[in-house]
Nanobody, 124 residues
Framework: QVQLVESGGGLVRAGDSLKVSCAGS?????MGWFRQAPGKEREFVAA????????SYEDSIKGRFAISRDNAKGTVSLQMNVLKPDDAAVYYC????????????????????WGQGTQVTVSS
């Protein structure tokens, strides 16, 4: 059983930066970040392969967000820059048992474990 715990959410202003982190990732899983705003479906944000060499991003956050992982510490992070009000959501990290070291996943159904989420609020 994998337990994922997110941290680092908070209230920021538009244009600010924020870093959210997730503990409990381990080396065995590809990791992803998703977000869910009120009244909307949970959506893909970013993913990183088990070895950290391959990343994938949703188009609207490309160039603003960066996913990274530290396998020695068992953490995965999402650095969010130039935040916009549309980025406000609960951010979830998730772990996927994918077959290859360099695999990433963008679909919710491919993920096996989820954290409880951390709230990110962006004021305009």
């Amino acid at each position: 059983q994998v337990q994922l715990v997110e941290s680092g959410g908070g209230l920021v202003r538009a244009g600010d930066s924020l870093k959210v982190s997730c503990a409990g990732s381990g080396r065995r899983y590809s990791m992803g970040w998703f977000r869910q705003a009120p009244g909307k479906e949970r959506e893909f944000v970013a993913a990183i392969s088990r070895d950290g060499t391959i990343t994938s991003y949703e188009d609207s956050i490309k160039g603003r967000f960066a996913i990274s992982r530290d396998n020695a510490k068992g953490t995965v992070s999402l650095q969010m820059n130039v935040l916009k009000p549309d980025d406000a959501a609960v951010y979830y990290c998730a772990a996927a048992a994918l077959p290859f070291l360099t695999s990433t996943a963008r679909d919710l159904s491919e993920y096996d474990y989820w954290g409880q989420g951390t709230q990110v609020t962006v004021s305009s």
